[in-house]
């Protein structure tokens, strides 16, 4: 089912003065290689974005571009209005903005709950302290709570090796949420994923806290269509076009180019 027509980023933050992500001319070169050219993409707080397109299209160099993982070549990035271009990959962590990666950077021989534990240990305060956490540690009860919300209450106590691939992803979901996250970037999160495993999926992400929001890139176009509630199609760097989950999908160019055809 699509989701109706959204408001835009715009009207929404009408008397905020902020987005939660305002990217200016952002480009990104790789010596000759343009991999991102002109990006200009604002995301209000709380918006639920698809970032779609094609491989090589510049998407997961996006993501490193907002997450500091790579510096920009030109252009400007603000996270709910501060200008966060020049500040380091771990500080934009500790200002609340969070991601996942296509390739798993799990603990495999520790725990669920100590994955989970460890990521809110990392962003908290006492992340430098030597003591092993108690029965009141307000980290251990944040990772119970998140493994309730992304389905992984009952693994808790399960080696992360031992984990199906469906269940890594949503153990990196979980590794997203710790701390106090303001916006998420996830990065395929549905790929290699059952039709069993994507409908979870679905359902985890549509049920996130509302003040999260998050970009998702994503190949399943079903998972990302479902999830989201406006679209940037991006092609050789740029972006191309926008627009609502129906209008991308009844979109005749983005049906030609992406789609193969008519997406039923």
Do not use: W
């Amino acid at each position: 089912m699509m989701q109706a027509p959204q408001i835009t980023a715009a009207e929404r933050l009408s008397g905020t003065g902020a987005y939660a992500l305002d990217l200016t001319g952002v480009s990104r070169h790789f010596g000759a290689l343009v991999a991102l050219s002109g990006i200009n993409m604002k995301i209000a707080a709380g918006e639920r974005r698809a970032v779609l397109g094609s491989n090589g299209a510049g998407k997961t160099t996006l993501f490193n571009a907002i997450t500091g993982d790579f510096p920009v070549t030109s252009g400007r990035i603000k996270f709910f209005g501060e200008d966060i271009t020049d500040i380091p990959a771990h500080e934009r962590i500790r200002r609340g903005l969070r991601r996942t990666y296509q390739i798993s950077q799990l603990f495999g021989g520790l725990s669920v709950l100590d994955n989970v534990y460890l990521a809110c240990r990392g962003v908290s305060r006492r992340r430098f302290s030597l003591l092993r956490p108690g029965i009141s540690d307000v980290n251990m009860a944040q990772a119970d709570s998140i493994l309730h919300a992304v389905h992984l209450e009952g693994d808790r106590d399960r080696l992360v090796g031992t984990l199906s691939h469906g269940q890594q992803r949503q153990l990196e979901i979980a590794m997203a949420l710790a701390g106090a996250p303001r916006f998420i970037l996830f990065d395929e999160p549905a790929a290699g994923l059952s039709p069993t495993e994507r409908k979870d999926l679905i359902a985890i992400l549509n049920a996130l806290p509302k003040h999260i929001g998050y970009i998702i890139i994503e190949h399943d176009l079903d998972v990302a269509l479902r999830v989201s509630e406006y679209v940037s199609m991006m092609h050789n760097g740029r972006v191309f076009k926008e627009g609502t989950p129906a209008e991308i999908e009844a979109d005749p160019e983005v049906q030609e180019i992406y789609l193969g055809g008519k997406h039923g």
